[in-house]
């Protein structure tokens, strides 16, 4: 769209209460950032691989990674094309403009990846590991030791998917147009959203006890609110605002505490990815950082996942979120919030403000679907007692 263009799209009538070239902009906006695959391209490819030599062998093979779909230096330079400066509304200029920021942090990523200038990015990203945040995941580690046995047996990927379908399926009863789907990828390694879709590895097991909850925090909670966020007239809260990770990560483990699915095991696994985030940051190499997990009593294979999650790409710190967000929104419950305006979409806590502001004004559009595990009868009591607790060692028992 040319500059004149916007222009007279700026003299329309107002839509929404938006005007249409706000609109516009935003459009603009999503499009670019819904066409970055970032978790996708800053993963590796040959995880598994690499896992059976290393555990094997103690030796860690270079991971290979995709081809990126689109350079970077295209990716920035149609990214200073959109004019986030010729957004009218505040709230929104504010919202954008945050956004086209990250969204340029997200590309220097992309062209650092796998250097040694991407972890600097990373933590820029997603922000350093507070004394506190550390503190909690390690009292985590060192108190909850007795985790849940595995010998309810695991699901494989086609069985999982089976279960991913049928979970898609519960949401189209409240909406039949809703486009998301799940397949298993062959270049994917675990589970993991991405867009619209559900990715599930081909070599995938999921322990039984986790699969409802793994569900809630995959489907009810980043597809619902993909979504939710797609519908609204503001399409940047379908890809997600600025910051969106850290309180989606911690929105999506409070599904698993609401289901009654939030395990011993997975609470180390949240605390273990801390203070592995934190170790690499600190000069701890691959095997220092996957031995001292395997020290601390997590088994060999999950150690390096765990591991390789945080040093992928040349050190993403993404890993620390899912923690540090379900404490913030623990304390945002403790203190009389709540959760349904976080459901409208992809946005931190922090602008929970300004997107209120834009639901009072009549700007946005009520959710599409409402989470099933928000619906479970004792979800709210089960909520309540973790929000009340001082101590994260207990929240397992809430």
């Known amino acids: 769209m040319s500059a004149r263009s916007r222009d007279r799209a700026g003299d329309g009538p107002p839509i929404a209460g938006l005007s249409t070239r706000d609109r516009a902009i935003d459009h603009e906006l999503a499009l670019l950032s819904g066409s970055l695959r970032f978790l996708l391209d800053v993963t590796p490819v040959n995880v598994e691989q690499a896992r059976s030599e290393y555990l094997s ?22 990214l200073q094309d959109i004019p986030i400066h010729l957004v009218e509304d505040t709230v929104l200029g504010t919202l954008l403009r945050t956004k086209h920021r990250e969204l340029s942090l997200q590309i220097d990523m ?19 590991i507070t004394p506190g945040l550390r503190g ?9 030791t007795d985790t849940e046995s595995t010998s309810t047996g695991s699901l494989d990927a086609r069985a999982f998917l089976a279960r991913a379908q049928a979970e898609i399926g519960h949401y189209r009863e409240q909406d039949p147009d809703i486009e998301v789907h799940a397949e298993i990828r062959d270049d994917v390694s675990g589970v993991m959203v991405s867009g619209d879709s559900l990715l599930i590895g081909p070599r995938s097991k999921v322990q039984k006890v986790r699969a409802e909850a793994l569900l809630h925090h995959e489907v009810g909670t980043h597809l619902v609110t993909h979504v939710n966020g797609s519908i609204q007239p503001i399409k940047v809260l379908g890809s997600g605002l600025a910051g969106y990770d850290e309180t989606q990560e911690g929105l999506a483990v409070l599904a698993e505490v609401a289901s009654g699915g939030l395990t011993a095991f997975r609470l180390r696994q949240l605390a273990s990815r801390v203070v592995t985030v934190h170790r690499m940051v600190t000069g701890a190499t691959f095997t220092d950082a996957h031995e ?25 710190t993404k890993d620390a979120v899912y923690l540090r967000g379900m404490l913030d929104l623990l304390d945002h419950l403790r203190h009389g919030g709540t959760l349904d305006a976080l459901l409208l979409g992809k946005f931190s806590l922090k602008d929970l403000p300004l997107v209120s502001d834009l639901q ?15 619906a479970d009868e004792d979800a709210s009591a089960r909520l309540g007692r973790a929000a009340a607790l001082d101590d994260p060692r207990e929240f397992v028992s809430a």
């Open 360 to 374: 009072a004004r009549g700007v946005l559009e009520p959710a599409r679907l409402t989470p099933r595990w928000l």
């Open 57 to 78: 062998s103690g030796e860690l093979p270079e991971f290979a990674y995709r081809e990126l779909e689109d350079d970077p230096e295209v990716l920035k330079q149609a």
């Open 110 to 128: 992309l062209a650092a990846r796998d250097t040694e200038d991407f972890m600097p990015l990373s933590i820029e990203l997603y922000g350093a």
């Open 136 to 144: 909690s995941a390690e009292q985590i580690l060192e108190t909850v």
């Open 292 to 316: 001292a997990l395997v020290a601390e009593g997590v088994p060999a294979s999950s150690a390096f996942t765990t591991t390789m999650r945080a040093f992928r790409a040349g050190g993403l």
